[in-house]
């Protein structure tokens, strides 16, 4: 099955397909864009964390860029979609939200010990490590988000779910908006 999937996802890759696209009763987005690069992630990840005065290492965009392909072969969410929400919810920056969401895409340690045990993830030994570990984080944080979209079957009312707050409605249209710039290349 997994070969399969494989396959079907590289003819979607070939189609140029910038859809929402189910196979196998599974909700998959799929995008794929020659300059989603290193250098381009490089450029947009400086020009954020530079705006709150932090220096961006070489090492730290490489990791960034693995542990974002890597969320992304784990749950098929483009990795153009998780920046818009890393984006969105953190600016690169480990930060800790109003209600103890933590790191770039501001998980909270409860939702993430509810991903870990549906996606079969590793647990760590303190769930304050999602503040500093950006693998862990954006692993946890994209398998949430595909857990909201299989739930939902959209996005917009995935992404509403993601964010859970008073202003969900416009949180998922800043996400959506900047997806589709990410995706035009237009950033």
Same mark, same amino acid.
């Given at each position: 099955?997994?070969?399969l999937l494989?396959?079907?996802?590289?003819?979607?890759?070939?189609?140029? /397909?910038?859809?929402?696209?189910?196979? #196998?009763?599974?909700?998959?987005? *799929?995008?794929?864009?020659?300059?989603? /690069?290193?250098? =381009? $992630?490089? %450029?947009?990840?400086?020009?954020?964390?530079? @705006? *709150?005065?932090?220096?961006?290492?070489?090492r &730290?965009?490489?990791?960034?860029?693995?542990a974002?392909? +890597?969320?992304?072969?784990?749950?098929g969410? %483009? !990795?153009?979609l998780?920046?818009?929400?890393?984006?969105?919810?953190?600016?690169?920056r480990?930060?800790?939200? +109003?209600? #103890?969401?933590?790191?770039?895409?501001?998980?909270k !340690?409860? +939702?993430?010990e509810?991903?870990?045990?549906?996606?079969?993830? !590793?647990? !760590?030994?303190? =769930?304050?490590? $999602?503040?500093? %570990?950006?693998?862990?984080?954006?692993? &946890? #944080?994209?398998? &949430?988000?595909?857990y @909201? @979209? %299989?739930?939902?079957?959209?996005?917009?009312?995935?992404?509403?779910?993601?964010? #859970?707050? /008073?202003?969900?409605?416009?949180?998922?249209?800043?996400i959506? +908006?900047?997806y589709e710039? @990410?995706?035009?290349?237009? $950033?």
């Amino acid at each position: 099955m997994k070969k399969l999937l494989t396959i079907a996802l590289v003819a979607i890759a070939m189609m140029g /397909s910038t859809e929402e696209v189910f196979f #196998g009763g599974k909700f998959v987005l *799929h995008y794929t864009q020659s300059y989603y /690069s290193y250098e =381009w $992630l490089k %450029d947009y990840v400086t020009k954020l964390r530079s @705006l *709150h005065g932090l220096s961006t290492e070489d090492r &730290y965009v490489l990791g960034l860029k693995k542990a974002i392909d +890597t969320a992304s072969a784990k749950t098929g969410l %483009d !990795p153009l979609l998780i920046i818009a929400v890393i984006t969105v919810e953190s600016e690169f920056r480990n930060v800790i939200g +109003t209600a #103890g969401e933590l790191g770039l895409m501001q998980i909270k !340690p409860s +939702t993430a010990e509810f991903i870990a045990k549906n996606f079969d993830l !590793p647990i !760590p030994g303190d =769930w304050k490590a $999602l503040l500093w %570990d950006y693998e862990l984080n954006i692993l &946890y #944080g994209a398998c &949430y988000l595909k857990y @909201l @979209l %299989d739930k939902f079957g959209n996005l917009r009312t995935a992404l509403e779910y993601y964010n #859970g707050g /008073s202003y969900r409605k416009e949180y998922a249209e800043k996400i959506i +908006t900047l997806y589709e710039e @990410l995706k035009s290349g237009s $950033l």
